[in-house]
């Protein structure tokens, strides 16, 4: 199986910055990308950005220029740098990976989700 720990959500007023990171272990050989999610309060999921392992990354249009995702590969580690927070980044922020399975199918896995809070 795959486990995924994040951690580096709180509470930070608006124009501020946090880092989020995600440590992923258990089954993780064949890794197709990592990212991040987030989720509003009545709101779908949404893609805030991925890195794939050859490390082309993709960001949803809100969060361009504000967030970075980075990777360390020796580490199975994930990291999204937030800058510029505004009040509409507020959301549960999950981490992702995309494994292919012995099929060459690609599975989703979840980490527990962290809460950001942007508010003065």
């Known amino acids: 199986q795959v486990q995924l720990v994040e951690s580096g959500g709180g509470l930070v007023q608006p124009g501020g910055s946090l880092r989020l990171s995600c440590a992923a272990s258990?089954?993780?050989?064949?890794?197709?990308?990592m990212g991040w999610f987030r989720q509003a309060p009545g709101r779908q999921r949404e893609l805030v950005a991925r890195?794939?392992?050859?490390?082309?990354?993709a960001y949803a249009d809100s969060v361009k220029g504000r967030f970075t995702i980075s990777r360390d590969n020796a580490k199975n580690t994930v990291y999204l740098q937030m800058n510029s927070l505004k009040p509409e980044d507020t959301a549960v922020y999950f981490c992702?990976?995309?494994?292919?399975?012995?099929?060459?199918?690609?599975?989703?896995?979840w980490g527990q989700g962290t809460q950001v809070t942007v508010s003065s």
């Open positions: 992702n990976t995309r494994i292919y399975n012995d099929y060459n199918l690609l599975n989703d896995y």
């Open positions: 258990g089954n993780i050989f064949n890794i197709y990308a």
């Open positions: 890195i794939l392992t050859d490390g082309n990354t």
